[in-house]
């Protein structure tokens, strides 16, 4: 039996020994690595390809947020199981739109945290259990029923990255270094986003990404 292989990135150490334990002792798993922080998380995904990460979402370095959509593009068959101590609806909308499949509160019952990482590599979707389960399917209806999402759907997977960087408030150079591209090119693509979507300025860009659900507005603060 080919065994599920997980990357584990979580900043505690603790954390990250609890879900090797906990992870291999199912027979059909194994971890595969560990990280401690966001760029690290995204260097192991290129070089070990696990079929699923567990993925802290409050990490220095890079937040989990950024890089879920890094990963997605890095290795496109590694699926994302986001690990937090939030549980509000719109937070859980903004990590569904990133790009991640699972989602499981710090609180859960460990074995969300068993059934998250299957269903993940199953290509399904999976929230915590101490979350309302209606919020997948809210966020999947808004999808297909909203105009400012489809445009959202239009832009390219390098848009998409870059429109989360720049409404999350990180700097073009900042966008630059973190996505190894010329702060030109990250301006290029910004013009890009903001024809595409009718969007004046970072303003109006982050009004979207809140209206969309890509970021969550109590987590801005401008």
């Known amino acids: 039996m080919n065994k599920i292989r997980v990357l584990i990135a979580d900043d505690h150490a603790v954390v ?10 199912q027979a059909d798993m194994e971890v595969a690595g560990e990280a401690g922080d ?24 890079m937040s989990g947020l950024e890089a879920v959509g890094l990963i ?17 609806e719109s937070f859980v909308h903004q990590v569904l739109a990133s790009g991640a499949l699972g989602y499981v509160l710090k609180a859960s019952p460990t074995n969300d945290v068993i059934e998250a990482v299957r269903a993940a590599h199953r290509g399904e979707y999976f929230l915590s259990s101490r979350i309302k389960a209606e919020v997948v399917g809210a966020y999947l ?12 759907d239009l832009l390219s997977d390098r848009e998409q990255q870059i429109f989360r960087l720049v409404a999350e408030g990180s ?20 013009t890009n986003i903001m024809k595409k ?17 890509i970021i969550d507005p109590q987590l801005w603060d401008d």
């Open 141 to 152: 209806d808004n999808r297909k029923q909203s105009p400012g999402v489809r445009g959202y």
């Open 38 to 61: 966001g760029r690290e998380a995204l260097e192991k995904v290129k070089a070990l390809k696990p079929d699923v990460i567990i993925l802290d979402i409050a990490m220095p370095e």
């Open 171 to 190: 700097s073009t150079n900042q966008i630059a270094d973190v996505l190894c591209v010329s702060p030109k090119t990250v301006e290029k693509h910004r």
């Open 72 to 88: 997605r593009e890095a290795s496109p068959n590694t699926q994302i199981v986001v690990l937090s101590m939030h549980g509000k």
């Open 16 to 25: 990250r020994s609890g879900l090797q334990q906990l992870l291999g002792a």
């Open 197 to 213: 979507l009718g969007l004046k300025d970072r303003l109006e860009m982050v009004k979207y990404a809140v209206k969309v659900g």
